[in-house]
């Protein structure tokens, strides 16, 4: 009995310990959330498919590639179950061969966590295409997050899905390149060749296949291997070629196949519905999206094996070579070079470590943002830099203008050694669609409310406000194209005196369904709209720096899987996906 009595005061003294510890811990927790990092849930897919609000995980029917299908909003949910109908994902179809989804799915994964950085931009400036979390300015009691894509002081233009910038109104207009960070979490999916789809599924449903065809002379390639999977070439002096989406139908005329080949590139997403994206910003006849990147694994089978990598933007084709011994080059010619190759000017030539037979090595030719760069294993090898680029912000205007934009070609072409293509992957860039002013879009999250009718919304429709921008106020009116876009530049004030007010522009990665500051059109009454004098001191379609909350940094609770005991409640964190934020 005295042993035990002795030991009381050290079990007592130990259940302190775990509670003085335990308290810490909150303690700690709060301090983290209020000063240094704080979660947030995405409730929308305007940033997917690198950030998921609520959707449903679907596989394709047709050939198996994995998609998220964005849900509807919490408003339209509650409407359909009113009406009866069932909680599946209607209208979903895979980005990687279009076919519609046919299974039924329950209940939807809810969107993705995140850690944001807090007070970061307190300490340093934001750089563009940092993913940022903000104050909505059109409505404060929502929490936005978005791609930073300009800097106050700035003027920017998008112009056929990219972004220009420059230093006053009047200045020259450059090209905004992404860094490498930021480039390899925009790509999207045109086409992998692992997935290949049921032809026949596709046929039933006259959907274009998206696939890899051999040219008329090109006999030296066997593309059936692995079903289609692994692409041979059996050697031959000259190069012959294979291009991508060129369809070999008799049942539809040169023009009808050309405009199913253009419907390949147009900026549409797995995620969103095909009725909202057709009744959105896409216009067929221009966007048309050429920044694109060709990859696989190149496996030579002997020595003198070479590769070549084709793409084209407008009447601007370029081609990268690489050869077994580590030799490579970049081409550029004006108009398609024919099977000789008489046409293409050498403009970069090098050389990288050669490739040992048998074994692969990744290959990649990339365009985009007026750079076309040739990669070996993750690294450029060769590269055209937008002062060197055949194009500019002026003659690209010029270009949409006047002419309707043709589908890009892709092509790959092998020629002397033999060899092999493994994990063929076609992607395209982020593309900025021209929006339409509104003046009834208020918010991502449909809440089923007319936002006259709510007094979260303040109208900066004053002339006086109006007149103070130059905003001419018919446009918002009559649906005219949204701030930023092509010949309605917008230009970011730059406040010296009170650096709070300096303003940012930001921009979804799903740009067809994200509502960002191309087409705000009113703004919250926490804002800071007037200032001492009653001048207004907020514009239309900005972030002024005060709102923004910090940099997005970590997925840490990604979109997971239900237990089988709890079927449609994925609670089980699907721990592959947690990713950095780029």
């Known amino acids: ?69 964005g849900a509807p909003s919490a408003r339209a949910e509650q409407l359909r179950g009113e009406r009866g109908e069932p909680n599946v994902p209607v209208g979903a179809r895979c980005p990687n061969c279009a076919y519609p989804y046919e299974g039924v799915r329950g209940s939807p994964s809810s969107g993705d966590r995140v850690l ?31 791609r930073l894509v300009g800097l106050p002081g700035e003027t920017i233009e998008i112009v056929h899905g990219d972004i220009f910038v420059a230093p006053s109104p009047s200045g020259p207009r450059s090209i905004r390149t992404k860094p490498k960070r930021a480039q390899d979490a925009m790509w999207q999916v045109v086409y992998d060749n692992d997935y290949q789809p049921d032809r026949r599924k596709l046929q039933d449903r006259r959907i274009v296949p998206r696939r890899w065809e051999a040219e ?68 067929e006849g221009k966007d048309v999206c050429t920044d694109l990147r060709l990859s696989f694994t190149w ?102 203008r006047e002419t309707r934009v043709p589908a890009p070609l892709v092509k790959i072409g092998a020629q002397d050694g033999p060899s092999e293509l493994l994990h063929v992957k076609l992607m395209r860039d982020v593309y900025y669609t021209d929006q339409r002013l509104d003046s009834s879009a208020g918010s991502e999250q449909n809440t089923g409310r007319n936002r006259e009718d709510d007094p979260r919304y303040k109208y900066v429709h004053d002339p006086k406000v109006m007149a103070f ?26 406040n010296s005196g009170e650096p709070d007010l300096d303003e940012f522009f930001v921009l979804g990665d799903n740009s067809p369904q994200s509502l960002d500051g ?22 239309l379609g ?23 005991f709890l079927p449609g409640l994925p609670i089980i964190p699907n721990v592959g996906r947690m990713r950095l934020i780029r």
């Open 1 to 69: 009995m005295a042993q035990n009595a002795s030991n009381s005061p050290m079990d007592l003294h130990s259940i302190r310990d775990t509670v003085e510890s335990i308290w810490v811990a909150i303690v700690l927790a709060f301090v983290l959330r209020a000063f240094l990092i704080e979660a947030f849930v995405i409730p929308t897919g305007s940033m997917a498919p690198r950030l998921l609000g609520e959707h449903w995980e679907l596989t394709c029917d047709a050939c198996g590639y994995e998609y998220a299908y």
């Open 116 to 146: 944001v950085l807090k007070y970061l931009y307190r300490f340093v400036d934001p750089q563009p295409w940092d993913v940022v979390v903000f104050k909505n300015p059109q409505n404060n009691h929502e929490n936005y997050i978005k």
């Open 216 to 283: 008329p002379d090109a006999n030296a390639w066997d593309i059936q291997g692995d079903f289609g999977r692994r692409l041979v070439f059996h050697g031959g002096a000259r190069e012959q070629r294979i291009s991508f989406g060129v369809e070999k139908d008799p049942q539809r005329s040169a023009d009808e196949s050309e405009e199913a080949r253009r419907q390949l590139f147009l900026p549409t997403y797995g995620y969103n519905s095909p009725t909202k994206e057709k009744e959105s910003s896409i216009q």
């Open 299 to 400: 496996v030579p089978r002997s020595p003198d094996a070479a590769v070549s990598l084709a793409l084209s933007s407008f009447d601007h084709h370029f081609r990268g070579e690489l050869r077994a011994d580590g030799t490579a080059a970049l081409y550029y010619c004006q108009a398609e070079a024919g099977p000789s190759g008489d046409r293409w000017m050498p403009v970069r030539s090098g050389k990288t470590g050669p490739v040992k037979i048998g074994c692969g090595r990744e290959v990649a030719l990339t365009h985009v943002d007026f750079t076309v760069t040739l990669w070996a294993d993750g690294d450029p090898v060769l590269q055209i830099k937008p002062q060197d680029y055949p194009e500019s912000y002026d003659s690209l205007k010029k270009r949409i």
């Open 469 to 494: 921008f130059k905003i001419d106020a018919r446009r918002v009116e009559k649906l005219s194209p949204s701030w930023g876009m092509t010949d309605y530049p917008i230009t970011l004030r730059k």
């Open 518 to 539: 191309r087409a705000w059109t009113a703004a919250a009454p926490s804002l800071r709209l007037w200032d001492a004098d009653g001048n207004p001191q907020y514009q």
């Open 542 to 564: 900005t972030v002024p720096r005060y709102a923004l909350l910090g940099r997005a940094m970590f997925v840490y609770w990604p979109a997971g899987y239900s237990p089988p």
